[in-house]
């Protein structure tokens, strides 16, 4: 038997292999909630515009209602042989209203159709995510406000390089935060218009007016272009790239806990909320929260490339490759939002061992570029004069097997014989941390501005 709804020209239906990779519905039933919200803004316009009857209009409507109860009520019946959400609604319209199910495709295609739901979905993406950013942000404002004076080394080659503190290295991470979510919020404008009325890629004949339902779906307007229309999957690829790149973020900072977290390290603990054991080993604590966030970006990045891949190569308008956009975005979707509360709870809840930071950070030398400043500061060296003895004092120090301020100063006085014992008030990796006074530097104060800046902010959104 042929199909419900194109068979007209079949003699017969479709081998089951034919069935089997053409299908949609098994993903796609997640539109339901956009299919139905743009069919009804659809038959509304036809209804206005006299394309058809307002009765038929009503009737439409009805069923339409009737068959979201019925998926939210979990009593609807997907069917493959439907292929996907579009023609299962629609069926399912025929099976509820009769024949004035019919006309609700007037002046529509599927390729329209398809294009207006996904856009509806990947637009309350866009929102879900700026939502999750934000709680993201809160948590580590949070942390940061607390630890506005926890000294911790700041690394670069993860090797300590100069003091920093821990509350400054979770507003950087508020920072990317924001990035991220200008990123969402930039690309939610620019793909937050409706192409319902492109039909299948030139436009109808029928008297539309697709401002109506753009407006009724929240849309700036309708796309100018009817191929661009059933074409363009840029918002789907914008979304994963904001996704891939959001994900990056938090994989630096799961990469992070995972380092802190070793007893080699052993700047934060975990809670046991945000942490597993080992099957043999009793002692074992693990961050295995932390390590599958890191992984899910794997897996985003992939979708980024996988949808970037499938399109590079379709010639306008529609063609059937573009099924496998969705796929890619609902599960970038729904890891990425897990990734996120997960890092928004090992955040909220991570404890902080100030003390093994502290430690850490006066080792290595770190505040060798505060002896440097302080030599050109007060002494009146060059720059490069003063990293030079600075240079030569750590050899000092690492030769006696010392740290820098624990050098004698008849030892510092043989490489300038003008150094005198002010020198050792900026050795220490407090007063390190409190000379970086200069706009966004480490300083505490700084934190503490920091954090008021960015609470008030936030506030005024
Ligand atoms: N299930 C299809 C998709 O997701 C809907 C559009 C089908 N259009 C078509 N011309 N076959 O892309």
């Known amino acids: 038997q042929s199909n419900e709804m194109w068979g007209g020209r079949f003699a017969s239906g479709p081998d089951a292999i034919m069935e089997a990779i053409n299908a949609s519905i098994d993903f796609d039933k997640r539109l339901y909630r956009e299919d139905i919200a ?21 009737e439409i409507r009805r069923g339409l209602e009737a068959i979201l109860a019925e ?14 959400i579009h023609m299962n609604v629609e069926a399912r319209l025929a099976e509820l209203i009769g024949p004035a199910a019919g006309r609700l ?9 398809v294009a207006l739901d996904f856009r509806l979905h990947v637009r309350s993406a866009f929102d879900d995510l700026d939502r999750a950013l934000r709680a993201f942000q809160d948590a580590l404002l949070a942390r940061a ?25 979770c507003l950087a991470y508020v920072e990317m935060a924001a990035r991220d979510r200008s990123r969402a919020q930039d690309a939610r404008r620019r793909m937050n218009e409706s192409p319902l009325g492109a039909a299948a890629l030139a436009g109808t004949g029928f008297p539309i007016d697709r401002h109506q339902v753009a407006e009724a779906l929240g849309f700036a ?23 891939a790149i959001t994900a990056t973020h938090l994989s630096r900072l799961a990469e992070e806990i995972v380092i802190w977290s070793t007893p080699q390290f052993d700047f934060v603990r975990l809670s046991d909320a945000f942490s597993t054991g080992s099957s043999i080993m009793p002692q074992k604590k693990n961050p295995d929260a932390a390590e599958l966030v890191r992984a899910k970006t794997g897996r985003i990045n992939g979708s980024l490339v996988a949808l970037l891949t499938v399109m590079k190569g379709l010639p306008l308008s529609y063609s059937k490759d573009m099924q496998e956009d969705k796929e890619q975005v609902f599960d970038a979707i729904d890891n990425l939002a897990l990734a996120l509360s997960a890092m928004t709870g090992m955040v909220r809840d991570l404890q902080v061992n100030a003390a093994k930071m502290r430690a850490a950070a006066g080792a290595g030398f770190s505040t060798a570029t505060d002896l440097a400043d302080w030599l050109v500061r007060e002494l009146g060296l060059p720059f ?9 004092a750590v050899a000092m120090a690492e030769e006696r097997r010392t740290a820098l301020e624990d ?9 300038d014989a003008r150094i005198g014992e002010a020198v050792y008030g900026v050795l220490s990796v407090d007063a390190s941390v409190r000379s970086r006074t200069s706009f966004g530097g480490t300083a505490p104060d700084n934190v503490r501005g ?7 902010r936030l506030g005024a959104e």
Do not use: C, K
């Open 407 to 415: 050098l004698p100063l008849e030892a510092l006085r043989e490489l």
């Open 221 to 243: 307007g309708p796309t100018r272009n009817s191929l661009d229309s059933v074409s363009d999957r840029d918002y789907a690829i914008e979304f994963l790239s904001v996704a």
């Open 38 to 58: 743009g069919s009804t803004a659809h038959v509304a316009m036809l209804a206005d515009r006299g394309v058809v009857s307002q009765e038929d209009a009503a």
């Open 384 to 392: 490069r004069e003063a990293h030079h003895v600075t240079g030569r």
């Open 450 to 456: 920091q954090v008021r800046f960015w609470r008030e």
């Open 105 to 113: 495709h007037t002046a529509r295609s599927r390729n329209d159709q």
């Open 145 to 169: 406000e607390e630890h506005a004076d926890t000294v911790m080394p700041g690394f670069t080659h993860l090797q300590a390089a100069q003091p920093v503190t821990f509350g400054h290295h």
């Open 71 to 84: 998926i939210e009520g979990g009593t609807f019946t997907f069917s493959r042989q439907r292929e996907d």
